[in-house]
Structures are given as C-alpha cells and as structure tokens.
C-alpha cells in the first residue's frame, strides 16, 4: 500500500521559519500579514520575474516564475529564475538587500534546488542568490549540510502548521525589521511558551 502524499509546504514557509517561526506561524497558521518597507522591497525585487517567460540565450534558457515541486518531500512553490545550461537547471533567488550570506534564503533556495531535481532527474550541485542592491549575485555550494537543513525546516514547518502551534518570540534585532511586530508584540509573548527559540534552533541540527 503506498503511504499517503504528504501536503505541501510552501517554499517561502521554510524562509520564513528559518528566519523566526513565531513570523512564520503568524502568516501560515494564523493567516496574518502586513507589509512595511522590507517586505514593500521585496516584493519589488521579485516584481521583475513575478511573470512567467522563457528566454533563450545561445544553448541556454532562462526560465521566470517557474512552478515548481517535490511529491518526496512535500514542497511546493516558484523560482525567480531557473537558469537551464546544458540541461541543468540552476535556481536564482533574488533578494532587495545587499551581498550578505544569510541561512534562511540559503535554506530557501535549497529547496528550490531539491524540487528542481526531483522534477528533471538531476544532481544540482550549486544556485546562486542574486543581491538586487549590489547588482551581485552569490553562489551557494548545496552541500549535506544545507540540505539535511532545509528538509528538517520543511518537516517543522509541516509539523507546526498541523498542530497549529504558535512558537514564543525571538525579542531580538530582527523584530526591528519584521511587518508583523504590531501583532507579534514580541516583548509582551516572549515567555508566553516553554518552548524557547533556542529549543526551536536547536532541531536544526548544526544550527548555531
């Protein structure tokens, strides 16, 4: 008997969980979200590629707003940019901010790869994020580690929007930036859970 398909997380879930699973509960469990700078940025960024298209360029193809997904491991969503050479497709993220190594988009673009090979039978050894205010792009090697990383973000984020869980709240710099400090009230729930973010990292192995 084959066992059951397992519901698809959305790609953008895992970024969100990786970053706070408080800010990641409050859009997927709760259904809230509004938009400050960061998030009106971001979806700038993405408004270029938000359009499906094909692009050829010699032997290669660029591919925008790609759907696409994995039945193994339940996941679900879009890439900016698929970048096909050779046969391979590449992922390319695209984020507002500057070249900085983040592990949440890392995480994010990791899944993008990991439905890719599922969907055209390949090994992708690498993606890259393109930084939209430094016009550079940053390669990611999709090594063990980051892999092993994601799909536990994926298994969490199922787990927690089934049992509809609500994690306490980071209370830390990146509240300053998030759209939903408003509804968080982060120093008000921090110790609202015996569950502690740090317990929360923790099941990501490695995480530090």
């Known amino acids: 008997m084959e066992e059951p398909a397992l519901e698809a997380v959305p790609l953008s879930a895992l970024q969100h969980y990786a970053y706070c699973p408080r800010q990641c509960a409050l859009i997927y469990v709760e259904q809230i979200f509004d938009e400050n700078s960061f998030t009106l940025k971001g979806r700038w960024a993405h408004s270029r590629v938000d359009e499906e298209r094909v692009v050829s360029s010699g032997d290669n193809q660029i591919l925008t707003a790609l759907p696409i997904w994995s039945d193994k491991h339940g996941l679900a969503g879009k890439c900016d940019v698929v970048e096909i050479r050779d046969g391979l497709p590449i992922p390319v993220e695209f ?7 983040h592990v949440w988009d890392e995480i994010q673009l990791c899944s993008q790869a990991i439905c890719l090979e599922e969907m055209f039978q390949v090994e992708i050894p690498c993606g890259y994020i393109y930084h939209i205010s430094s016009r550079r792009r940053r390669e990611v090697q999709l090594n063990d580690e980051l892999r092993q990383r994601t799909l536990s973000t994926g298994a969490a984020v199922r787990r927690m929007i089934a049992q509809g869980e609500m994690p306490p709240a980071a209370n830390d710099q990146r509240c300053t930036q998030c759209s939903l400090y408003e509804r968080c ?24």
Request: net charge negative.
């Open 185 to 208: 009230m982060p120093e008000a729930t921090y110790h609202q859970s015996a569950l502690h973010w740090n317990e929360v990292l923790q099941e990501l192995e490695g995480w530090t």
């Open 95 to 101: 984020k507002h901010g500057r070249r900085e190594a």
